[in-house]
């Protein structure tokens, strides 16, 4: 891993820092929203529209880095988020609920384009092995994300004793978002951007047919939203319906986001040994066991180990997902299915985000996890039923080359 290039060094440090601004988020979103919020039941907007930000940028995202390659791309955005976060301090320090809204939203397309860090690291790599290792090290580097997004909201709660809660947590993220900026001059552009018009390929719609692509998208989507459903619930429902602390949830989110990416080191591994449909399927059932555990109890620990078990799944369906997409197209064709891909995962996620507060509220804890339990099972028989038709489709194939 130390002999990577110096390009996926810098973007995985890069998409770390940049990554913070998400797990921030997190943690406050919802506990300003509930504050801010003319409603109880959108409490969670600010978390869901990050998500819909996010969604919504992800095919001008892709679109943007085109035209003018990877390194101005990230450049624009990051600026972008810089001042996103000055305009979300404004907001909370005068109490505009609609104002933060729109920062959240700012910040979510920010992520859209972090998120086209592990494409970009694929390209840098050479072979497999590197591939394989340039993941590990992307999802590795947002370890401190886990740890730098919750200690900004804590630590910037009540940073500035004349202004309003967590005011503080949006001056550092500029500070943090300004040093990833900073650290972006350093790549280096390996080629000139692809031209549009060269790059056609096959219709998009005889892509997204496929079962590999189906699976790969499916499995990121619904991996999100469960995930992003129980996650954005989980501050609200601890703080404000159970009366935990601040520092507890943010704890809980702290090891949430830990096992996101912890388990890069294993999974990495399998997958080089081929056991990407395992690794799926033992995602979905880290989402089961997950579901168990949340609804036996509403203590620290229940949440705790809860989120643990759902940051876990997360990221074996996650990195599996991102690696096999790439199966189902063309390098000439990498821009348009990436787009498509991340617009279906975000746009999962937004929704699953924007309905944890109205579930919340209306039917309690249980009726998030009912909601959880359901998702997860119904892609466990899509997941089967593909993979299935999969294999058909490559022993159809098999026999004809041999014939």
Same mark, same amino acid.
């Not at 600010?46 to 969604?55: C, E, F, L, R």
């Not at 602390?245 to 090891?255: G, L, R």
């Not at 959880?372 to 194939?397: D, E, N, P, V, Y």
């Given at each position: 891993?130390?002999?990577?290039?110096?390009?996926?060094?810098?973007?995985?440090?890069?998409?770390?820092?940049?990554?913070?601004?998400?797990?921030?988020?997190?943690?406050?979103?919802?506990?300003?929203?509930?504050?801010?919020?003319?409603?109880?039941?959108?409490?969670?907007?600010?978390?869901?529209?990050?998500?819909?930000?996010?969604?919504?940028?992800?095919?001008?995202?892709?679109?943007?880095? /085109?035209?003018?390659?990877?390194?101005?791309?990230?450049?624009?955005?990051?600026?972008?988020?810089?001042?996103?976060?000055?305009?979300?301090?404004?907001?909370?320090?005068?109490?505009?609920?609609?104002?933060?809204?729109?920062?959240?939203?700012?910040?979510?397309?920010?992520?859209?384009?972090?998120?086209?860090?592990?494409?970009?690291?694929?390209?840098?790599?050479?072979?497999?092995?590197?591939?394989? %290792?340039?993941?590990?090290?992307?999802?590795?580097?947002?370890?401190?994300?886990?740890?730098?997004?919750?200690?900004?909201?804590?630590?910037?709660?009540?940073?500035?004793?004349?202004?309003? %809660?967590?005011?503080?947590?949006?001056?550092?993220?500029?500070?943090?978002?300004?040093?990833?900026?900073?650290?972006?001059?350093?790549?280096?552009? /390996?080629?000139?951007?692809?031209?549009?018009?060269?790059?056609?390929?096959?219709?998009?719609?005889?892509?997204?047919?496929?079962?590999?692509?189906?699976? =790969?998208?499916?499995?990121?989507?619904?991996?999100?939203?469960?995930?992003?459903?129980?996650?954005? $619930?989980?501050?609200?429902?601890?703080?404000?319906?159970?009366?935990?602390?601040?520092?507890?949830? $943010?704890?809980?989110? /702290?090891?949430?986001?830990? =096992?996101?990416?912890?388990?890069?080191?294993?999974?990495?591994?399998?997958?080089? /040994?081929?056991?990407?449909?395992?690794?799926?399927?033992?995602?979905?059932?880290?989402?089961?066991?997950?579901?168990?555990?949340?609804?036996?109890?509403?203590?620290?620990?229940?949440?705790?180990? =809860?989120?643990?078990?759902?940051?876990?799944?997360?990221?074996?369906?996650?990195?599996?997902?991102?690696?096999?997409?790439?199966?189902?197209?063309?390098?000439?064709?990498?821009?348009?299915?990436?787009?498509?891909?991340?617009?279906?995962?975000?746009?999962?996620?937004?929704?699953?985000?924007?309905?944890?507060?109205?579930?919340?509220?209306?039917?309690?804890?249980?009726?998030?996890?009912?909601?959880?339990?359901?998702?997860?099972?119904?892609?466990?028989?899509?997941?089967?039923?593909?993979?299935?038709?999969?294999?058909?489709?490559?022993?159809?194939?098999?026999? $004809? %080359?041999?014939?």
């Amino acid at each position: 891993m130390l002999n990577l290039p110096k390009n996926i060094w810098v973007m995985s440090a890069v998409m770390a820092l940049s990554f913070g601004s998400t797990s921030m988020m997190v943690l406050i979103a919802g506990l300003i929203g509930a504050k801010l919020a003319p409603t109880a039941a959108m409490a969670t907007l600010p978390y869901a529209v990050v998500v819909i930000g996010t969604a919504s940028a992800s095919i001008p995202a892709a679109l943007l880095m /085109q035209r003018v390659g990877r390194k101005r791309g990230v450049t624009i955005s990051l600026s972008m988020a810089i001042g996103a976060a000055v305009l979300a301090a404004y907001a909370v320090s005068i109490g505009n609920f609609w104002l933060f809204v729109l920062g959240a939203f700012l910040l979510g397309a920010n992520a859209s384009f972090a998120q086209q860090g592990r494409f970009i690291i694929l390209e840098n790599a050479v072979g497999t092995k590197q591939q394989s %290792d340039g993941l590990t090290l992307a999802l590795l580097a947002n370890l401190t994300a886990a740890f730098l997004g919750p200690w900004m909201g804590q630590y910037g709660q009540h940073l500035f004793a004349d202004s309003a %809660d967590f005011t503080g947590s949006f001056i550092l993220l500029v500070c943090i978002l300004s040093g990833a900026l900073l650290l972006l001059t350093q790549y280096t552009e /390996q080629a000139k951007p692809i031209v549009v018009e060269n790059s056609t390929g096959r219709p998009l719609w005889s892509i997204v047919r496929q079962p590999s692509f189906l699976i =790969a998208a499916g499995s990121a989507g619904f991996g999100f939203g469960i995930m992003a459903l129980v996650m954005t $619930a989980t501050p609200v429902s601890m703080h404000e319906l159970e009366g935990h602390t601040v520092s507890h949830a $943010a704890w809980v989110i /702290q090891a949430h986001i830990i =096992a996101m990416f912890l388990p890069s080191l294993l999974t990495g591994k399998l997958l080089k /040994q081929g056991l990407s449909t395992s690794l799926l399927f033992a995602g979905l059932a880290c989402y089961l066991i997950m579901c168990t555990i949340a609804y036996s109890g509403q203590e620290v620990m229940h949440y705790w180990w =809860a989120l643990v078990l759902l940051g876990m799944g997360w990221n074996f369906l996650f990195m599996t997902s991102t690696a096999r997409l790439g199966l189902s197209h063309t390098p000439e064709e990498k821009f348009k299915v990436q787009a498509c891909n991340d617009f279906m995962v975000f746009g999962v996620q937004a929704i699953a985000a924007f309905s944890a507060g109205w579930l919340l509220f209306r039917y309690g804890w249980g009726g998030v996890i009912n909601v959880a339990i359901g998702m997860t099972l119904f892609w466990s028989i899509c997941l089967a039923a593909l993979t299935l038709k999969q294999r058909k489709i490559a022993l159809i194939k098999v026999r $004809a %080359d041999r014939s």
